[in-house]
């Protein structure tokens, strides 16, 4: 009987036993809260003996918590509420610490239970056997003890029921910890998913959206609702759509992808996204894709812009260098390729040194300081640098310097524009140098010898010294440029002018004033007795035979000589003067040298005077006509007269036409004077004839200007028309030079008023630049032989020889030949003698106005 009662009992324990452990896994199983699983699992121990209470405690940090202790008091749970893992701390404190069973036994006497005996002997306990609670072996998680109210080690059956205990626990602990691991990486994903500022988004293997992030609708501008339900190709730009298809297939097959693509949001707004694309797998399947975009519209666009403007620094037309100031020695970052090419360094050359390796050996200081001083106070500064390239050649650099501030405002670097006007500079030097040079000769012009002489003048009145002006004309020099040709006539003013520079000092200016005047001016005169030597020899130098395109020729000049005194104000007022005298050499023969008197102004003023008078003088009938008989040579007879021009003017008297005839031919009143002229010579000779009084032929001198002008020859016939003057009975005396003139011309006319029946005569033969061509091409009829031939033809062979020499070459041309200005008998005999046509001088008759000719005429008998 009692074996059976004893059976029961153990059977009933066992019974409950399973119970409790199957109650335990149930509430593991539906995650109740580890507290109650934890107090249910020290119930299941207490059930097995009243003698014994448990209690679980669990690790937090270094220290150990009651978590479940469903029969130990309020203050023993307050007392033990944080037991370190430590040597001799309680049995939990130890068995943590150990990671093994700790059995006290009484403790009261146990070291370990020191600190906490009497928490433990006023809940009337005296035994603690600990276990510790151990994950994957080496985890401590807490501890299990059972307290017992007899001093005494636990029975094998009590250390089976603590092992039990623990694994539930551990199992129970465990299972809660993984649930909260769980739970906190889903609700990380969760946040990293929600609150991406970023577009995030869930694909299914379809490629629909399963799921946006408030980022991603928000891009899209489509609701969630709607989202959910849109295929991606949806938002993708068509031509980008197959590539998005393709990544996308890629993407669920596995392979993650990272791409650029465009989309459109619903309301049509182009954003450019990189998007990675992640395959989801669970449970070894792929569900569909993550997708994750980053919107880089702006980015591109930003990067797009500097690429653009990269590529137009690079293709600018001027040089552009970027310098970094706030490196040591400022070194160059950047240069393009217009650098490149200015400069004839490479980048790799440039870049990392300074700017200044351009400006060669020499430092344009004044040029590099408003540089410094801009950089200095981070402004913009423009300069013109003298630089040089690779190659060493020089070239002026139009430096724009500007301020580069970085994203926060700091100026960091300096970018330079560099502009090549090395062309411009060379322009500007020319032009200088044309403004104040005569381009025919390389000579100062007037306006540059104007500053020097101002300088001159002053420095020379400081020094007690003077400034001599020599004023150079070349004699004849219009009759070379008429008859060979402005071409020859510039190659002979560039040799004169080179011939001239030879004779001057340092210092001396010599400048060309136009035509054939050159101005010498001499500095620093101290002795003026000098001067004339200096002008023989300037002389000397321009009448040396010289060579032009292959022609000997000889030129003289004339020269006006004027020195600063104290009186000049202003001193250009010596060059007129050293012209005035120049007029007078020319006056006095050419070929030499005057000095300017102050008589020479009352002359000039005088010549002024004349011409005012002039004006005047047709209109009050001031002029006559005187008439010089040309006789026949070898018989003596009268054949014409030579209407010469007189002035009587009511104030000055007597004038004579070699005084007032260049100021009419200057002013243009020689073609009104000229006209008159032929008017009257015809009229009276035409009266001659009706009179009876005498038949010849009447000359009349022709100036250029009457001549060359349209419509001469008409006039001229008119005339004679009018007056009834046989054209036969008229003769034209025409200088040399005027036949050279325009000679197709002037051919044309001669012709014309050969038809007429007009004699032509060449005056003042030999003295011009006599070229025989023109002889043999004109249709003349008679050569004057200047009367300079005839002067001293008796006694000069030269004279004599020239005089016979023009005769036979007249004759072989079948020219008549007049001799004028005969004045002897001996003149007259030997002209008579070389075959001379006719003669004309004092030896015959003065020029005699009208009344004393006719007289003459009455009285005349051929000798
Ligand atoms: N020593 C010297 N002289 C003599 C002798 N026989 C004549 N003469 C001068 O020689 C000049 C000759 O005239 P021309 O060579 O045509 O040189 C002329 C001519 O070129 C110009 N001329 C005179 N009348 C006119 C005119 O009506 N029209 C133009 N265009 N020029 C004129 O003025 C120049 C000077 O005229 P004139 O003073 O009248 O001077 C005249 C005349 O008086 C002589 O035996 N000995």
Redesign the pocket.
Known sequence: MYAVARDVTKLVKAERYQQAQQHILELISVEKPLAEILTAICLMAEAHNPAIKACVMLKVDQHLQITSAPSLSPSYHAALANVPIAHNAGSCGTAAFEKSLVVVEDVTTDPKWLQYSDVVLSEKLTACWSMPLVFNEDNVLGTFALYCDSARGPVEEELELMASCCRFAANAIEQVQQKQLLNEGEQRFRSLYQFNPQPVYVLDKQGYFSNINNAGSQLLEWPLVELTKMHFSRVILNEQLAEVTEYFSSAISGSPESFETSILSRTGNQHELQITLIPTWIDGEIVGVIGMAKDVTQHLQTEKQLRLFKRAVDASYNGVVISDITQPDMPITYVNSAFEKFTGYSKKESIGRNCRFLQGTERDELAIEPIRLAIESKQEVSVILKNYRKDGTLFWNNLYLSPVPDEAGAITHYIGIQTDITEQKKYEKELAFNASHDLLTGLPNRSLLRDRLVQNVKASARHKEKVAVLFIDLDGFKLINDSLGHLFGDEVIRQVSARINKQIRPGDTLARMGGDEFVLMLPDIKDINQLNDHAERVLIAISTPFKVSGRELQITASIGISVSNNDITEPMELVKQADLAMYQAKRLGRNNVQWYQAEMEILQNKRLNLRAMLKQAIENQEFELYY?PQVEAGSGRLVGL????RWQHPVQGFI???EF?PIAEETGL?IEI?QW?IEQAATYNRSLQQRGLAELVMA????SLQFQREGFVEQLEQTLNKVQLAPKWFEL?LTESLLLENIEQVIHKLQHLKQLGISIAI??FGTGFSSLNYLKRLPLDKLKID?SFINDLVTDKKDAAITRAIIAMAHQLELKVIA????TLAQSTLLQKNVCDEL????FSR?LPADKLEVFLKNYLPS
Do not use: C, H, M, R
């Not at 004028?820 to 004045?823: I, Q, R, S």
């Not at 004309?840 to 030896?843: E, I, L, P, R």
């Open positions: 010089q030579e209407a010469l021009l004579g036409p070699d005839i020689i000229g002229v009349v001198n022709i100036s005396e005056d003042d009367k004028e200005g005969v004045e004309q001088g004092y030896f020029p």
